[in-house]
């Protein structure tokens, strides 16, 4: 699979929650990433994808990787786009299965 961030190689390793992904980017890291997330990744431009990670690596718990949500998202978005719209209510419907 591609890396949902940056679109090198990258593997998905076991994740526990079979609602997420857990992605090992050779450039990013590993990282987890949810169904909502990865939708509202795609639209994105490759530089607002580094901040989205960038965000969930500064959230971060303790002894967890990363896990970026559509609230890390929506959180980066309101950030850089103070006078935005509601970028959650402009997002498409969420369907995304894991393959
Ligand atoms: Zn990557």
Do not use: F, W
């Not at 431009?45 to 559509?70: C, F, N, Y």
Request: glycine fraction near 10%; hydrophobic fraction near 35%; include cysteine.
């Amino acid at each position: 699979m591609k890396c949902p961030v940056c679109g090198s190689g990258a593997r998905d390793i076991a994740s526990s929650d079979p609602a997420s992904l857990s992605i090992r980017c050779l450039v990013d890291g590993d990282y987890d990433l949810d169904a909502e997330g990865a939708r509202a990744l795609g639209p994105l431009s490759p530089s607002e994808r580094q901040g989205v990670l960038s965000a969930a690596i500064r959230a971060k718990q303790p002894g967890h990787r990363p896990r970026i949500t559509l609230a890390t998202i929506i959180g980066v978005r309101r950030a850089s786009e103070p006078a935005g719209e509601d970028v959650a209510a402009s997002l498409a419907p969420l369907n995304l299965e894991r393959s």
